[in-house]
């Protein structure tokens, strides 16, 4: 079992920054692809980065509309992963959440995610 717990959303301006964290339990974290998803009112939770593992260095993807503006990267060390979040827009306005699986397969879908964490809170105000 994985416990996931987000933290760092809040209300920003258009333009602002803000760092997300996701703390994971379980002693296996630094072979887990780990996922940031967001659900915006009234739509489908969709798929934002990932970083997978691998024993030589990770890879990252990215959903095209957040490309150039987020990164996420990795400390296995802290168990965590993190959602740097570079000139936000109002569109970025959504609950964020944070995902886990130990296994192989597309990252951007959801039901590749075994564990959920419950979610940050990210305002953008124009």
């Known amino acids: 079992q994985v416990q996931l717990a987000e933290s760092g959303g809040g209300l920003v301006q258009a333009g602002d920054s803000l760092s997300l964290s996701c703390a994971a339990s379980g002693r296996t974290f630094s072979t887990y692809t780990m996922g940031w998803f967001r659900q915006a009112p009234g739509k489908e939770r969709e798929f934002v980065a990932a970083?997978?593992?691998?024993?030589?260095?990770?890879?990252?993807y990215y959903a095209d509309f957040v490309k150039g503006r987020f990164t996420i990267s990795r400390d296995n060390a802290k168990n965590t992963v993190y959602l740097q979040m570079n000139s936000l827009k109002p569109e970025d306005t959504a609950v964020y959440y944070c995902?886990?699986?130990?296994?192989?397969?597309?990252?951007?879908?959801?039901?590749?995610?075994?564990?959920w964490g419950q979610g940050t809170q990210v305002t953008v105000s124009s």
């Open positions: 970083i997978d593992w691998s024993w030589s260095a990770s890879n990252t």
């Open positions: 995902a886990s699986t130990a296994r192989r397969g597309v990252v951007a879908a959801r039901g590749t995610y075994d564990y």
